[in-house]
């Protein structure tokens, strides 16, 4: 079993849909966590880090959930440029620093 | 400022030849990461250094795989005895410190090996 699981998708959704992804996590020990956005042939960058009370950036809203080991990102109003691939992204107390990757998750927004 | 910096941005090799891949943290930055992102494997850990205590290598997938960072800086990852199936992105990140700090990554150096 993988440490960090995600639908691969591809979602495919119309502009100003709704979209929501999920995330679960294998390991109890892990403390951080983020979600990181990678467009085609380009590298990761940091999207939105999630707090357990929950945080919003814009259409961007994450969540946590320790005792389930989940979290969720949801995308409101998507927008074409919402296209790319999600990956969920946990850091281990006991791992030092690494970050573990979930395989992500392609969103395709569509006119 | 410029942010992490890697070369070369593409490497053909032939089976068995050694690579080197090098990367140029964000300056100041005391924590540097190499990542590799294959087909059908996602984004895997590969090695860490942190200022100047000894490296996690518990990423690294074989003895073939090496990397230094000298002088707290620059970091690089060879590859001895190249196989094809070492084909991949390979990401340089940095941060602040270990630990929960943001890593900001390279765009990435695309080796394949025929």
């Known amino acids: 079993r993988k440490e960090v699981e995600q639908d691969p998708g591809p979602f495919n959704v119309p502009e100003g849909a709704t979209v929501a992804f999920n995330c679960t996590y294998s390991n109890s020990a892990s403390q951080s966590f983020f979600w990181y956005r990678q467009d085609c042939r380009k590298e990761p960058k940091l999207l939105m880090s999630?707090?357990?009370s929950g945080n919003e950036d814009g259409r961007f809203t994450a969540q946590l959930n320790r005792a389930s080991q989940y979290i969720s990102l949801l995308i409101r109003d998507s927008k074409l440029s919402d296209s790319a691939t999600y990956l969920c992204v946990v850091i281990a107390n006991n791992q030092g620093g690494k970050l573990i990757f979930g395989q992500g998750t392609e969103l395709s927004v569509k006119p | 400022g410029a942010g992490v910096s890697q070369s070369p941005s593409n490497k053909v090799t032939e089976k068995g030849k050694d690579v080197e891949l090098r990367c140029d943290p964000i300056?100041?930055?005391?924590?540097l990461y190499w990542y590799r992102q294959s087909l059908g494997q996602g984004l895997e850990f590969l090695i860490y250094f942190q200022g100047n205590s000894a490296p996690d290598k518990s990423g690294l997938p074989s003895d073939r795989f090496s990397a230094e960072r000298t002088g707290g800086s620059v970091s690089t990852l060879t590859i001895q005895r190249t196989q094809q199936e070492d084909s991949a992105v390979y990401l340089c990140?940095?941060?602040?410190?270990?630990?929960?700090?943001?890593?900001?990554f390279g765009p990435g150096t695309r080796l394949l090996v025929l």
């Open positions: 999630v707090y357990s």
């Open positions: 990140a940095s941060s602040f410190a270990r630990g929960q700090e943001t890593q900001y």
């Open positions: 300056s100041g930055h005391t924590a």
